[in-house]
């Protein structure tokens, strides 16, 4: 069983930057593709980021190309997700979601876990 924890989410200004932590333990973690996923106030969830196992790619939906990174260290379990240039609009709880066996994909339902979540707040 695969426990995600993400960490790193804050209030900062537009224009600023932040790195979200996504830790996981439990289960053999080069297994998995990570996807970062965010759902604001009312809205519904939407994929951001998906990143393969190691030695493959990472995709970003078009709102945030160009302004964020995702990166995996596999000797610390962790996937970072480096965002810059933030905007009010990325305001939203950001969860990491794992999924094993298969390829990265937007559509949430298909991911096996989860994290909590944590909150960024873009705003001056």
């Known amino acids: 069983q695969l426990q995600l924890v993400e960490s790193g989410g804050a209030l900062v200004l537009p224009g600023g930057s932040l790195r979200l932590s996504c830790a996981a333990s439990?289960?053999?973690?080069?297994?998995?593709?990570i996807g970062w996923f965010r759902q604001a106030s009312g809205g519904e969830r939407e994929a951001v980021s998906c990143?393969?196992?190691?030695?493959?790619?990472?995709t970003y939906e078009d709102s945030v190309k160009g302004r964020f990174t995702s990166s995996r260290d596999n000797d610390k379990n962790t996937v970072y997700l480096q965002m810059n240039s933030l905007k009010p609009s990325d305001t939203a709880v950001y969860y990491c979601?794992?999924?094993?066996?298969?390829?990265?994909?937007?559509?949430?339902?298909?991911?096996?876990?989860w994290g909590r979540g944590t909150q960024v707040t873009v705003s001056a």
């Open positions: 979601a794992a999924r094993r066996y298969f390829d990265c994909s937007n559509n949430s339902k298909v991911y096996d876990y």
């Open positions: 439990g289960a053999p973690f080069n297994y998995f593709v």
């Open positions: 990143i393969h196992r190691p030695g493959g790619s990472t």
